[in-house]
Each structure stands twice: as structure tokens, then as C-alpha cells.
């Protein structure tokens, strides 16, 4: 190759450089799922599968999805950089580096240019095979041009090897929400009965599409939606023969209050998925939490029986012990009305017996 031509060559090379531009999904800390709050999966399962407003208030979300994202491309392009992502947000984060292996080979060639070219990166080769011109001949390894990004020969070869070297890109954190707005019925509908089967993957859930651009570049990228938790562990919808509670109650549950909360963390320990007995229960808890008085059991009587015991060293010593065998608990208001026309002792017993073996 003359000298003209290589220089040519090597110009075109300088060029295709310059215009990587490529989008990756990072491993960096910091990408965290969906969180959302399963609400009484029961009544959903039962609900018209037309009702699209239920994905939102039974799988409600309480926090959107963050991805980190990759965007490999040389300073100056990253000056004029910007992504746009389909129902979310995207922040810059900065400039990193991180170690990258590549393999590159030779079939009659002179040149191999890096996948990340820009920016004069520092290569290391970890290991290579021999080089064999067109004539058979064994010939020294192609030699690598940092200000080109490549590993050229003059003659054509054939081989191959193994690099390392560390690659700048900028760093963006994507948000991204549960995209009702990309679903039609027949997708929510598939990911209500998979998210009951116990894996929301299952499903065809729609992914977020990010669109990188710059001056004279532009690219993109897709990744799936990731949801915590992945799908429902007890038994629930379909497949559960308990009555839902009555939809006047179900109300309750859309905007919980203090009372909600207490009462959720007593007998759920606040989990996030719920069968239709504990949210009845917590619904109750509630109920009566809100009543208008306070409510204790106060004694209303009692039987007892006298037992003497003796000392065992003297039948003249003795004391008398008095011991309930019945005992009467009422429940009342702290306030001392008795009168219940304006509170309801649901779900409590309005009067309890307690006996005692002697």
C-alpha cells in the first residue's frame, strides 16, 4: 500500500472514530426497581378486566424505576449530548471510565480499530496469537496508533488478540414510571394474571425506549421495566373462594389514615401483599380504632370460694385464701355511658366469663 493510500486510510478510520456514539445499560450502583403497594389483589381479580383504573390502585406505585445508563462517546460529542426517554426523565451524572476487553482479529488486513476509539485510550494487550502475512510468512504484530484508536500493520495479516483499555462515557440515571400510558386493556390484563400467577415477567410489559442525540449522531436504546415485588406469594384472586369485602370498605383502603397504618402494622407488619382475611381484619382494626369513645372491659362481678391453707409443720397455723371461680367483664365506654345506640361493639364481645379450675 503506498504511502498515499495508507494515509488515506488512516483518515477514514480517524473518522469513523469520531462518530461513536452508543448507548449501553450500566451495572454502576444506584438502578432500582418499581416499588409498588399491592392492594386488595382479591377484588381485583374480580373486577371487569375492562377496568384499566385498577392496575393503578391495586399495583399502585410508590416509587419509579431508576436505571443507570451508559452513553460511550468522546468528550466532544458528549458536550452536545441529551437523552429523552419515553414516560420518564434522564439526569446527567458525569464522565467515567470503566475497564473494557475486546477481541480483535485479522483476515488479511492491515487495520482494527477499537469499538470506543475516542479520546486516545491507554490499550494493554493481554494476549495474542501469531501474524502471518498473505504469503505464509510470520510477521510481527500490528502495532497500535493511540491519537487513531487502531492496530495497524503495513502489510495485510491474519491473527488476532485480546485488549484492555478504559473507555470514557457519560453517565446518566434514568427514571422511568409503570407506562400505563404505552397499555392497552389486553396488556393490562395479561400483567394482572401474571402478577397473580407470581411473576410479573411472564408478561409482555412495556419496555422504556431512551433516544440519545447529539450534533450530526444519534442512537437508542430499550430496556424492560423491572417491578419489586415480582408478583403475588399467597393465595389471591381467581383462585380464592373468600367474598371480597364490600366495596364501601374498599374505599378505606385507597387513602389510608393513621388508624390504617397502626392497624397495618399489627397484623400485617406492613407487607405489601395482602389476603382478603387480613385486609378484612385490618379494615375492622381500623373501624374500631375511629370509634367515638374508648372502650374498656370493666368487672360486674365475681363468685369465690375460701381455701385454708395449713403449715406443713402445724395444723394451728393456717391462713384463709379467697379464690374467684367466676368473674363477669362488661364492656364500656371510658366516659361511663352504657349506652351503645351511638357506638358499635363490633367486632368486640359485649360481655365476657371467665372461670376458674379450683
Known amino acids: 500500500m503506498s504511502q498515499l493510500n495508507a494515509g488515506l486510510t488512516l483518515d477514514f478510520l480517524s473518522q469513523q472514530k469520531r462518530s461513536s456514539f452508543t448507548l449501553m ?20 381479580s374480580r373486577s371487569p378486566d375492562h377496568y384499566i383504573d385498577q392496575y393503578k390502585t391495586t399495583l ?3 416509587k419509579p424505576g431508576v436505571r443507570r445508563i451508559r452513553l460511550y ?13 419515553h414516560t420518564g426523565s434522564a439526569k446527567a451524572i458525569g464522565r467515567r471510565q470503566a475497564k473494557l476487553c475486546e477481541t480483535l482479529s485479522w483476515t488479511n488486513k492491515n487495520s482494527q480499530s477499537l469499538r470506543f476509539p475516542y479520546d486516545n485510550p491507554t490499550v494493554v494487550v493481554v494476549d495474542k496469537t501469531r501474524f502471518f502475512d498473505q504469503n505464509g510468512g510470520e510477521v510481527e504484530p500490528p502495532t497500535f496508533i493511540p491519537s487513531q484508536g487502531i492496530f495497524h500493520h503495513a502489510k495485510a495479516v491474519t491473527g488476532a488478540m ?11 440515571s434514568v427514571e422511568y414510571d409503570m407506562g400505563e400510558e ?4 389486553e396488556r393490562l390484563i395479561e400483567m394482572k394474571q401474571a402478577w397473580l400467577a407470581g411473576n410479573i415477567r411472564d408478561c409482555d410489559i412495556p419496555q422504556v425506549n431512551i433516544i440519545a442525540l447529539a450534533d450530526g449522531h444519534a442512537t437508542q436504546l430499550s430496556f424492560a421495566r423491572q417491578f419489586w415485588p415480582e408478583g403475588s406469594l399467597g ?3 381467581y ?3 373468600t367474598p371480597p369485602p364490600p366495596m364501601e370498605l374498599l374505599a378505606q383502603i385507597e387513602d389510608p389514615d393513621i388508624f390504617w397504618d397502626a392497624c397495618w402494622q399489627k397484623i400485617a407488619n406492613k407487607r405489601l401483599d395482602l389476603t382478603i382475611e387480613e385486609y378484612e381484619a385490618i379494615v375492622l382494626c381500623a373501624k374500631s380504632s375511629q370509634a367515638p369513645a374508648k372502650l374498656q372491659y370493666v368487672e360486674t362481678s365475681r363468685d369465690t370460694k375460701v381455701d385454708r391453707i395449713f403449715n406443713q409443720n402445724s395444723d394451728d397455723i393456717y391462713i384463709d385464701v379467697e379464690r374467684p371461680t367466676t368473674l363477669t367483664m362488661k364492656l364500656s365506654r371510658v366516659d361511663g355511658n352504657e349506652s351503645s345506640a351511638d357506638w358499635d361493639l363490633y367486632p368486640y364481645q359485649p360481655e365476657i366469663t371467665f372461670r376458674f379450675n379450683s
Open 162 to 172: 485480546v485488549v484492555e483499555y478504559q473507555p470514557e462515557f457519560s453517565l446518566f
Open 235 to 237: 393465595i389471591r384472586g
Open 73 to 85: 462517546c468522546s468528550k466532544e460529542t458528549a458536550t452536545t449530548a441529551r437523552l429523552s426517554v
Open 25 to 44: 445499560i450500566g451495572d454502576e450502583l444506584g438502578s432500582t426497581p418499581i416499588q409498588v403497594r399491592p392492594k386488595v389483589v382479591g377484588v381485583w
Open 239 to 241: 383462585a380464592n373462594e
Open 182 to 185: 404505552q397499555m392497552e386493556p
Open 60 to 62: 399502585k406505585m410508590i
